[in-house]
T-cell receptor, first 113, second 111 residues
Framework: AQSVSQHNHHVILSEAASLELGCNYS??????LFWYVQYPGQHLQLLLK??????LVKGIKGFEAEFIKSKFSFNLRKPSVQWSDTAEYFC???????????FGKGTKLSVKP | DVKVTQSSRYLVKRTGEKVFLECVQD?????MFWYRQDPGLGLRLIYF???????EKGDIPEGYSVSREKKERFSLILESASTNQTSMYLC??????????FGSGTRLTVV
């Protein structure tokens, strides 16, 4: 069965620090990969997605993620976080054409002003 | 933009009640999903549907059922609510392999 692991449960950073959130998945075939964000009190929103092509994907609000097939990883990065990035971040994987999205357990990011 | 609307933002129900959570999407999406979100557990799939009158069990279907009589509407039913079903319930829809669009969620408390 597919699974998604997010390494950090809670990350605390100061503004302007760089961010990297880890995500590993277990699925041997073709995958679609996603990062979602949930700001406090709001619904889940798509940050970025990878289907094929350039493994470095750019998303909204300055976020990017790199798909490394050999490591089964899809880590989320941002060079300089802001207080407004405080949210919970979810990595998700969809394996095959009929698969459902499988979510990781989420990483809470707290950014200190 | 696709809109996924969940009928209630907050609900409080008593143990043993039958509970209906409604979800409507406005973009003719084929696929609809119900997840529950719990702290430290992420999102867990309860049921999903790829077409009208079609349903498939997700990872945690016990204690739940669903109904999809029309393409735009996907209802989650708690047959006899229990306190361990207190949670945030999220509905989502998607077209083919694209990413999901989520509703705002229904926070259900069972007392």
């Amino acid at each position: 069965a597919q699974s998604v692991s997010q390494h950090n449960h809670h990350v605390i950073l100061s503004e302007a620090a760089s961010l990297e959130l880890g995500c590993n998945y277990s699925y041997g075939g073709t995958v679609n990969l996603f990062w979602y964000v949930q700001y406090p009190g709001q619904h889940l929103q798509l940050l970025l997605k990878y289907f094929s092509g350039d493994p470095l994907v750019k998303g909204i609000k300055g976020f990017e993620a790199e798909f490394i097939k050999s490591k089964f990883s899809f880590n989320l990065r941002k060079p300089s976080v802001q207080w407004s990035d405080t949210a919970e971040y979810f990595c998700a994987v969809k394996g095959g054409s009929q698969g459902n999205l499988i979510f990781g357990k989420g990483t809470k990011l707290s950014v200190k002003p | 933009d696709v809109k996924v609307t969940q009928s209630s933002r907050y609900l409080v129900k008593r143990t043993g009640e039958k509970v209906f959570l409604e979800c409507v999407q406005d973009m003719d999406h084929e696929n609809m999903f119900w997840y529950r979100q719990d702290p430290g557990l992420g999102l867990r799939l309860i049921y999903f549907s790829y077409d009208v009158k079609m349903k498939e069990k997700g990872d945690i279907p016990e204690g739940y059922s669903v109904s999809r009589e029309k393409k735009e509407r996907f209802s989650l039913i708690l047959e006899s609510a229990s306190t361990n079903q207190t949670s945030m319930y999220l509905c989502a829809s998607s077209f083919s392999s694209y990413g999901y669009t989520f509703g705002s969620g229904t926070r259900l408390t069972v007392v």
